[in-house]
């Protein structure tokens, strides 16, 4: 049993959002290929786009549960193993545009056997996380970065967009219903996963029809329960995860499927993740399902942070970004990391196995690492590359002199302990 009632309100945040028109990433991204986007549609008849309507929060409905479970003992939590009372749906077709958003009780989904998401892979879904600060308030850490990259998956597989400062506002809604699930104990948190498929039931390659947007929440708690703990990396030349063209920069379900095989082979070799290499130099991409850094000495006393650029073939990490963001502004002495060096050198280039094996031979590679929402940063103490392991040292707790202050730095933001715009409360 459920009890349902019409909520109205709108926040002050999304009556702003509102007056000032669709964000940019909802409002101005269009379909490549397809013919439709989020706001208009063709007629099949004359041709002509008509209107249609967006994502609009004050329709919202909420079914609450009349069988609310009990929150597990923090210490009992697996990643992404528990699920809270609700969640959020928004159904989409071509003919309506966005129809009524509905929060209600977490459980099955129903499809059709020939939905599009079942035979053709239209998924792209998101990750981020709900925090509890000090004072009790709960908060999101840069959400409008996942809302535009969730429109950018979509644009890219010929999905509806939306606006994103509306979606994020009922996603709020939910986590303000289901905000006592966070744990309130240091390093836990709500794990976000805002999902779109395809529901359309027709066989055949074309953009779906009909569209389900879909939010559950999972308490989660910290990636290294007991300190951090350095992994170990296979460098993959069996296996290549994306190409110039395809979808390796987007957040689809596809990108995930094929990497399983290659982790797995990984693993069997005595390794914790697959580092990601492309084209015959052996280009490093990504870490796993994270984005990839090295730290490299200087001749001049200096030390290079680096990852590859977004050339198309490589996620634009929210974390990736947070961490460049920060390392920049640390450099320009716009803000002080405690603890990090001043001879900080910045850089988006190509780095190819080739250079760090020759680092690691000559003390020159200070720390390698990936970034991503899950761990946050993931150091590497392990390489193996084509029949050698390159070892990597790291610090007591696990982490190096550039992860160490940046990790404190970010996650001080996120958990409210360091007061930051990208710290957006519920």
């Not at 995860?241 to 070799?269: F, M, T």
Request: charged share 20%; hydrophobic share 40%.
């Amino acid at each position: 049993m459920s009890t349902t009632h019409r909520l109205m309100r709108l926040t002050p945040s999304w009556s702003k959002a509102l007056r000032s028109g669709p964000s940019s990433a909802s409002g101005t991204l269009r379909l490549v290929g397809a013919r439709y986007s989020s706001s208009t549609a063709q007629d099949p008849m004359t041709g002509e786009l008509a209107q249609l309507p967006d994502i609009e929060p004050s329709l919202l409905e909420v079914t609450r549960t009349q069988q609310p479970k009990q929150p597990p003992p923090p210490s009992s939590l697996v990643f992404g193993r528990t699920f809270t009372d609700h969640m959020l749906t928004v159904p989409w077709s071509i003919l309506e545009g966005w129809g009524k958003p509905r929060i209600q009780p977490y459980g099955p989904l129903s499809v059709e056997p020939s939905a599009t998401v079942l035979h053709y892979a239209h998924c792209l879904f998101e990750g981020l996380k709900a925090y509890r600060d000090p004072k009790g308030r709960v908060t999101l850490f840069r959400p409008d970065m996942n809302m535009k990259r969730m429109n950018t998956s979509a644009e890219r597989i010929a999905m509806p967009t939306f606006n994103g400062a509306a979606m994020l506002e009922l996603i709020k809604e939910l986590i303000r219903l289901d905000k006592h699930w966070i744990p309130d104990e240091p390093g836990y948190s709500l794990y976000i996963r805002p999902t779109m498929i395809g529901t359309q039931p027709a066989l055949g390659i074309a953009p779906p029809k009909e569209v389900l947007f879909f939010v559950i929440l999972s308490p989660v708690g910290p990636y290294y329960p007991h300190g951090f703990k350095p992994v170990a990396l296979y460098g993959t030349t069996e296996y290549t995860r994306a190409s110039p063209g395809g979808i390796g920069a987007y957040k689809l379900g596809a990108n995930y499927a094929a990497g399983v095989a290659a982790q797995k082979a990984a693993a069997q070799k005595g390794y914790m993740q697959n580092l990601w290499l492309h084209g015959p130099e052996h280009y490093i991409t990504e870490v796993g399902t994270m984005n990839a850094f090295a730290v490299f000495k200087r001749s001049d006393g200096s030390v290079e942070l680096v990852t590859p650029p977004l050339d198309g073939i490589i996620l634009p990490g929210v974390t990736r970004d947070s961490v460049l963001a920060l390392a920049r502004e640390h450099q320009a002495g716009k803000i002080l990391v405690p603890e990090l060096t001043d001879k900080l050198v910045v850089s988006e280039r190509p780095m190819t196995m080739k250079e760090v094996k020759e680092a690691v031979k000559n003390g020159t590679l200070v720390e390698f690492f990936g970034t991503g929402t899950a761990a946050v940063v993931s150091p590497v103490d392990r390489i193996g590359y084509l029949g050698e392991d390159l070892h990597i040292s790291t610090g007591p707790d696990g982490m190096g002199p550039i992860t160490r202050p940046l990790w404190k730095y970010l996650t001080g933001i996120q958990t409210g302990a360091i007061s930051h715009p990208w710290s957006v409360e519920v």
